[in-house]
């Protein structure tokens, strides 16, 4: 096949699918998908499987200092700027097996197909895997590709602790996976960032569509709320004398239900992160953290929720006589997504005949931050029920096919061919 001819390109699905499944391998759940939480050992075996794969299809990797992985396939011209394509290899703790994980593999897929057809490109192609997308066990999410686009100093992030108070800076040095380039480095000779992802919701499913053409990104807002009341006696203590710190935590979240259904149907609240303190079945919790997560396309539509939580959650611990903090843990505003690399995802879906539709990722992505350093677009496929972050996310092998040759499409043209 020419290079010329690239309109036949097609990534090998089976080969793609076999890689999937290996490195689901690594770090398996309890319950068919994965806890591959970052920087633990299971970490480091992914990366060093990914690594390995890299450099057996003619990649040199590269690793800066917050352990974000660069495969490069030189280009023609080694001064043009590369192509970036990735996503990240850690999982939640009730991980499936596809988030993020298909979009570093997509990437390297991609690189794969373009060695068996012998297709040379005038832009380097690099295939990166950004440490700590999840922020589960290290908040807040997108860490390492935050500080690479600039937002977060390093020594913010290294300081950032797990629930065992272990600091993100030694664990990384324990895993041994510390690079030595400086972090954001490159991002000043970017040519674009392409991220392939499970969608992660129900719409594309529902709709019927083979590919999301990632238009948005909607923002994100994390506030760690602390309660404090008193412990006491679950038994002796009289009702009236309580200071029952989960129960002004249920009251909290209640409002935070109301707060995100006043802004449907785009806006959403929950807290997936809740601690009582001291946990223990006869004793009146005394302190309650928890961190509320808002969603929504609209920045001024966040900035109100944000408003009536504080509110709320004053007006409730006032009125039950206890203290009450909120700390602002984590958030990005909406991101538009560049029109040109937009526009590449959607010829390439067309050219390919993939049914498509311009979607905003309700999910957060490293493709957020890398958007303020590079022109950056997304590539959605379906998940089956829309269900992810659960051990029983699942996506069909042809879905996996169109996300990737549409990645593939798109970075060729954008890396440009040279016959
Ligand atoms: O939180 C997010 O949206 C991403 O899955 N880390
Ligand atoms: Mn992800
Ligand atoms: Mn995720």
Redesign the pocket.
Known sequence: MTAASGQNMAVNAERLWDSLMEMAKIGPGVAGGNNRQTLTDADAEGRALFQKWCEEAGCSMGVDRIGNMFATRPGTDPDAAPVYVGSHLDT?PTGGKY??VLGVLGGLELVRTLNDLGVKTKHPIVVTNWTN????RFAP??LASGVFAGVHSQDWAEDKTDAEGKRFGDELDRIGWRGDEEVGARKDHMHAFFELHIE?GPILETEGRDIGVVTHGQG?SWTQVTVTGKESHTGSTPMPMRKNAGLAMARILEEVETIALSHAPHAVGAAGHIEVHPNSRNVIPGRAIFTV?F?SPDLAVIQDMEAKLAAAARRICDAMGMEVELEKVGGFDPVAFDANCVNAVRDAAERLGYSHMNIIS????DACWINRVAPTAMIMCPCVDGL??NEAEEITKDWARAGADVLLHAVVETAEVVA
């Open positions: 939640q988030d993020g997308e999840e922020g589960t999410a997108m992660q994100l997560d969603r309700g999910a957060g992505h992810s972050h």
